[in-house]
C-alpha cells in the first residue's frame, strides 16, 4: 500500500490495488489463517487424546542406564574421586561429559563421595 503497487492473482482472479481492497483482503487472510490454525490445533489435541486413551506412550522415548555411554563401567573410578572431594564438574571434565551428565550419572547410581 506504501508503494502504491497493484496484485494481480491470476489463479484466484483477484486484483488488489486501492488500500481498502487490500486491507479487507488482509483481513479476510488472516481470519482464515486464524480459524485453519484453530482446527489444526483442535486436530492435534484430539490425535493425542485418542493416543492417550489406547495407551499409547506419548513423547520422547526415556534414555536406558542399559545403554552403552562414556560412563558404563568407570563407577569405581569416579566413585575414588568423589572420596577424594574432587568436585563433579571436574570429574565430568575428566570423563569428557557434561557436568549435569555426571551429575546425573551420580545420583542415579547413588554414588557419594565420604
Given at each position: 500500500?506504501?508503494?502504491?503497487?497493484?496484485?494481480?492473482?491470476?489463479?484466484?482472479?483477484?486484483?488488489?490495488?486501492?488500500?481498502?481492497?487490500?486491507?479487507?483482503?488482509?483481513?479476510?487472510?488472516?481470519?482464515?489463517?486464524?480459524?485453519?490454525?484453530?482446527?489444526?490445533?483442535?486436530?492435534?489435541?484430539?490425535?493425542?487424546?485418542?493416543?492417550?486413551?489406547?495407551?499409547?506412550?506419548?513423547?520422547?522415548?526415556?534414555?536406558?542406564?542399559?545403554?552403552?555411554t562414556k560412563l558404563t563401567g568407570r563407577d569405581a573410578e569416579i566413585q575414588m574421586l568423589l572420596q577424594k572431594r574432587v568436585a563433579v564438574s571436574a570429574i565430568a571434565r575428566i570423563m569428557?561429559?557434561?557436568?549435569?551428565?555426571?551429575?546425573?550419572?551420580?545420583?542415579?547410581?547413588?554414588?557419594?563421595?565420604?
Amino acid at each position: 500500500m506504501e508503494k502504491d503497487v497493484t496484485v494481480i492473482c491470476v489463479k484466484e482472479g483477484l486484483e488488489v490495488g486501492d488500500p481498502l481492497n487490500a486491507k479487507v483482503l488482509a483481513f479476510a487472510f488472516g481470519l482464515a489463517v486464524d480459524i485453519e490454525r484453530g482446527l489444526i490445533v483442535a486436530r492435534t489435541r484430539e490425535a493425542l487424546a485418542r493416543r492417550r486413551q489406547e495407551g499409547q506412550r506419548l513423547g520422547r522415548p526415556p534414555g536406558s542406564l542399559s545403554k552403552q555411554t562414556k560412563l558404563t563401567g568407570r563407577d569405581a573410578e569416579i566413585q575414588m574421586l568423589l572420596q577424594k572431594r574432587v568436585a563433579v564438574s571436574a570429574i565430568a571434565r575428566i570423563m569428557g561429559v557434561h557436568r549435569t551428565s555426571m551429575a546425573s550419572y551420580i545420583t542415579s547410581r547413588h554414588l557419594r563421595g565420604q
